[in-house]
């Protein structure tokens, strides 16, 4: 009988060890079970909407990289048009503007641009008296412009030879207005429409300054923006792991193509001795690959475009991931690598982004064995699941999930209380199913306090933060607040802090793993204790 519970007894141990401290538990982290984090967002990637103030500077700043107009002639009053979007000849022939009507800017300088249609080619004219079409497939001196600006809106638009173009009465769009037109209403004159003017990445900001005032505006920004002091504070609360976007020009650094500014590897280095010195972890997060994954700022997008899917990217990609992996991989610091944050459903297809994160896990495990590496699914329409399932790697693999109640119609009139309940509904169901799935770990890498509700109290942001917590507490890699700073304050996790909106209480814990496996430790003993 002693035989027989004696080997009950192991056998429950040895269960209770597996199942309690296993599952739940994240490799190398100070005291927590998992990662309890906030992001660095807007620091070694620029994002315009999180520090504005750092374009006010740029001359002629509504008319950066990416940015859209329309060109309406004065004297025909009808717009400049590519047909068929593109690769076909150029009129001035339509009432109303729209998609045939918009390009997206190409900035060689304040006063020097390139015009691309919605499907990709340039407006190109091949010297003086020339008509425009729209079938250069990449620009070069003849698809560049000169655009000079009044202050009514209306342009004037000359070729790099000094030549203006202008609307002629048969609707052709041709460079040869004789001399230098006024601002009266002639053929030369064009009233420009911006359609919009969304991008604010470190593409537009390199390229809008120019190199040497965005090396300086960028290197004050990166010395400043995040500090030492910034670490302290989130030791102090109870942070244990920093994620940190980067983009990929951070492996050419201290001189990267044109027109990125070196400087983000001191930076990243800074950080992590940051990190170090307050038992802070670190996830290297490639926010930004070749060619945009996404066409977002975020991503450094130039134009909108996302380029990334092809095979030369995605090889300079991995070499980034090397060169990360090789330099971080044995820093006491560093608990994972990001291959690639939030490519888009749209534009990047699955078994291509499978593909490259199979190669970059095995990437990463030539430098670690220890190093998780996290996989984020694709934005927009697309299932989590798809990457959840895809065989990609057999240790410490983690899906990083974004959850905003926001960026969609859904969300669009929804009261606190549907906010919330939105939460338990979905989301809690959904982290539950991936945690009893026997796959990777979870781990919601980007969530905010913020919704678009807006007159919510102070007491509903509370409630909002901590159904938030109490739910993504349950994901088994654990979360990262999106982001430490931002001028908009609910974005702002250091000021969701300091205001008590944001009440982060106890740190979660592997579900009390110690003392489940205590409390059952001490049950075995009283039954021996009363039974032998």
Request: glycine share 8%; charged share 15%.
């Amino acid at each position: 009988m002693e035989l027989v519970l004696t080997k009950w007894v192991c056998t429950f141990l040895l269960c209770s060890w597996l199942i309690f401290s296993g599952v739940y538990s994240v490799e190398g982290l100070h005291g927590d079970s998992k990662v309890r984090g906030v992001n660095l967002g807007g620091w070694l990637v620029v994002e315009g909407w999180i520090k504005p103030s750092l374009f006010d500077g740029i001359p002629n700043g509504d008319m950066l990289d990416g940015t859209q107009v329309q060109l309406k002639s004065v004297t025909l009053e009808k717009y400049v048009s590519a047909e068929n979007w593109g690769g076909m000849n150029v009129s001035v022939s339509r009432d109303v503007a729209s998609s045939w009507e918009t390009f997206t800017l190409w900035r060689v300088s304040e006063s020097e641009f390139q015009f691309r249609t919605l499907q990709g080619q340039f407006l190109t004219c091949d010297g003086e008296g020339c008509s425009f079409s729209a079938t250069a497939e990449s620009p070069s001196t003849l698809e560049t412009f000169f655009v000079e600006k009044y202050n009514n809106g209306r342009v004037h638009i000359k070729t790099t030879s000094g030549t203006y173009l202008q609307a002629t009465v048969e609707n052709q769009l041709i460079a040869d207005y004789p001399g230098k037109p006024g601002w009266d209403d002639n053929a030369a004159t064009f009233e420009m429409t911006i359609v919009s003017n969304n991008l604010h990445g470190d593409y537009q900001l390199a390229n809008g300054y120019a190199h040497n005032k965005a090396k300086e505006v960028l290197k004050r920004h990166r010395n400043s923006f995040i500090t030492i002091g910034d670490f302290i504070f989130l030791y102090k609360h109870g942070i244990n792991t920093v994620r940190i976007p980067v983009g990929w020009w951070i492996a050419y650094d201290p001189d990267p193509p044109a027109p990125f500014i070196g400087g983000t590897l001191e930076a990243l280095d800074n950080a992590f001795s940051w990190a170090q010195a307050y038992n802070i972890k670190c996830i290297i997060d490639l926010h930004a690959a070749p060619g945009s994954q996404n066409g977002m700022e975020h991503s450094a997008s130039r134009d909108g475009s996302t380029d990334w899917p092809n095979p030369d990217y995605i090889s300079q990609t991995l070499h980034v991931i090397d060169f990360l992996a090789s330099r971080y991989a044995r820093h006491p610091a560093l608990l994972g690598i990001e291959l690639l944050n939030e490519p888009s459903a749209a534009t990047v297809p699955l078994d291509i982004l499978v593909s490259y994160y199979n190669q970059g896990y095995q990437t990463v495990r030539k430098h670690s064995s220890t190093a998780y590496v996290i996989v984020c699914q694709r934005i927009g329409n697309a299932d989590p699941l798809e990457v959840y399932h895809a065989n990609i790697g057999s240790r410490n693999l983690v899906v990083d999930l974004h959850y905003y109640n926001l960026f969609d119609n859904f969300f669009v009139n929804m009261s606190a209380v549907d906010n919330i309940q939105f939460i338990y509904k979905s989301r809690e169901t959904q982290l539950e199913a991936l945690n009893s799935a026997n796959g990777p770990l979870v781990f919601i890498g980007e969530w905010v306090n913020e919704w678009n509700v807006t007159s919510g109290s102070q007491k509903d942001y509370q409630d909002f933060g901590r159904v938030q917590l109490e739910v993504y507490n349950a994901a088994s890699f654990g979360w990262a607040y999106w982001t430490l700073k931002n001028d908009r304050p609910h974005w702002d996790f250091e000021w969701n802090i300091r205001n008590n909106y944001l009440q982060l209480g106890n740190s979660p814990k592997k579900r009390n793993v110690n003392g489940l496996a205590l409390l059952g430790l001490t049950y075995v003993l009283f039954y021996l204790h009363h039974t032998l």
